[in-house]
Each structure stands twice: as C-alpha cells, then as structure tokens.
C-alpha cells in the first residue's frame, strides 16, 4: 500500500484543531506531555526541504498560533520539534507525514523527571575537528 493510504494524517476530519490554507494542527496521539500538537501539511509529503513557502508560513502561523494560547496554561515554555527519520519504519510512534511537535514545557516537568534529566551525559564538548568538518560542509 502507498504511503498516502496509510497515513493517518491525510485524512484526520475530526482529529483537526485548527486549520488553515496549508497546514493543521492536531493533538499528538500518543503524546509526551498535556497539550503535545501536531503542525503538518495538508498535502502528502515527507520531506520537510520540499515544503512550499505558502505551506512552511501556514505551518508557522500556526505554530505560533498555538505556543501563544499554551503558554502560561499548560506550560511555561514550549519545545519545537521536527524529525526526519527515513531510516525507521511506520508504526504507532512514527507516520510517515512530515509533522512539527510543539511540546508544552515547564521546569523540571514529566519530560525532564522521566528522560530529560539522565541526558546531561549525553552532550559533548564541540571539538575544533567536528566545527571545521562541519562548516566545511555547510560552506561548499
């Protein structure tokens, strides 16, 4: 079956928010916090660099839409995130629909409390050999 098919997020009639020309937003199913949105496309698509400038101003305004109606009610701050994982398969955790997560946020919250808080030895020190491969390749 093709991807669009399968994809809860072609189709989400009731499951929409609020919507635009472009975009909409729907609450993550399941989600990490009260309030975890999903912002997406409309249309079918994957690839978030394939995005129109029509789809990427839609996607934002509403974005901006909900941290401003979530901040201060459901958190303190919000998280914005967008994965691209071509390398893992469908499955309840990941559809293969570009989406935003826009992730309520609060000091030391359920987040922070279960995962957040163990990471602190997960980040390194940026050495000057990944900077300069890195810039390097951002630059040719």
Not at 12 to 36: C, F, I, T, W
């Amino acid at each position: 079956m093709s991807d669009v098919i399968d994809c809860p997020f072609c189709n989400p009639q009731e499951r929409v928010l609020k919507e635009n020309g472009y975009a909409q937003m729907l609450l993550s199913d399941p989600r990490k916090v009260p309030g975890h949105m999903l912002v997406m496309p409309k249309r079918h698509m994957v690839k978030p660099w394939e995005l129109t400038e029509k789809e990427l101003t839609d996607i934002f305004e509403l974005i901006f839409f909900v941290q401003q109606r979530v901040i201060g009610v459901l958190g303190e701050g919000c998280d914005i995130r967008q994965n691209y994982r071509p390398f893992s398969n469908q499955n309840s955790l990941k559809v293969n629909h570009l989406t935003f997560h826009v992730v309520p946020r609060s000091q030391n919250d359920y987040l922070y409390q279960v995962s957040e808080q163990f990471e602190r030895d997960v980040f390194a020190e940026l050495d000057d050999v990944e900077r300069a491969a890195v810039t390097k390749l951002l630059k040719e």
